[in-house]
């Protein structure tokens, strides 16, 4: 039982893990997938490596935009609804203190307790009660715009190094299978923490990501493969 608890809390105190690994993924999938498909396309190894430092920045850089934008219209959405419940509660204490009695009824509390917990509650801080209890907003799961651009961003960047990393150190002749072959690596590895960190069966999420990644390099490799053919 003790072990089975601290598990518990360690899932808790590790849930940046996931959506740190799963922005690598998409750094990994992405630089070696276009790698790939410019070293199909029969390209000098300068090009390619090129190819692969301009998908790392500019992945890096759209993760970060849209995380940024995805994140800040959250936070203005929370910001708008906290506002219209401070004024709800200056308009009408009485209504919104039985509105939250009805939410802790809702819950499981007998009437008469859930009126006591609602009014020590609104008597120590009546919007935090209501956003906390009736909106869902609270201060460790509140929208950072800022902190999940720069995660976005760095957790890609480190993703995508890994292709480039092999990149610069594989032999030429080499480059596509050594690409191929790291990268499935990283993946499952990836995969399996993630889906670890997330409770869920670990070679099930290894063998998903690894199977995804796979189709998206082959496909952007015959791409690739097609066009140099055709130049």
Do not use: C
């Amino acid at each position: 039982m003790r072990s089975h608890h601290m598990e518990q809390h360690l899932t808790g105190q590790i849930g940046w893990l996931r959506p740190a690994v799963l922005g690598a993924n998409d750094g990994i999938v992405s630089t070696a997938s276009l790698i790939l498909g410019v070293a199909a396309a029969h390209a000098t190894p300068d090009n390619i490596l090129l190819a692969g430092v301009a998908g790392l920045v500019a992945g890096a850089m759209s993760m970060a935009a849209g995380e940024y934008v995805s994140v800040q219209s959250q936070a203005d959405s929370e910001q708008a609804d906290i506002e219209r419940e401070r004024q709800e509660l200056e308009a009408d204490d009485l209504g919104e203190r039985k509105e939250l009695i009805a939410i802790y009824i809702g819950r499981g509390l007998d009437p008469m307790l859930a009126k006591q917990v609602a009014d020590q509650l609104m008597a120590h801080d009546a919007l935090g009660a209501h956003t906390r209890d009736e909106l869902g907003i609270s201060e460790a799961l509140n929208a950072r715009p800022l902190q999940a651009t720069f995660a976005s961003a760095f957790s890609f960047a480190i993703g995508a190094a890994m292709p480039l990393l092999v990149t610069a150190l594989a032999p030429n002749a080499s480059l596509i299978p050594f690409i191929s072959v790291t990268s499935l690596v990283f993946l499952a590895f990836l995969g399996g923490l993630a889906a670890w960190a997330g409770g869920a069966r670990v070679a099930i999420g290894a063998i998903r990501v690894t199977f995804w990644g796979a189709l998206a390099m082959g496909l952007t490799a015959g791409v690739g493969a097609l066009f140099g053919t055709i130049a």
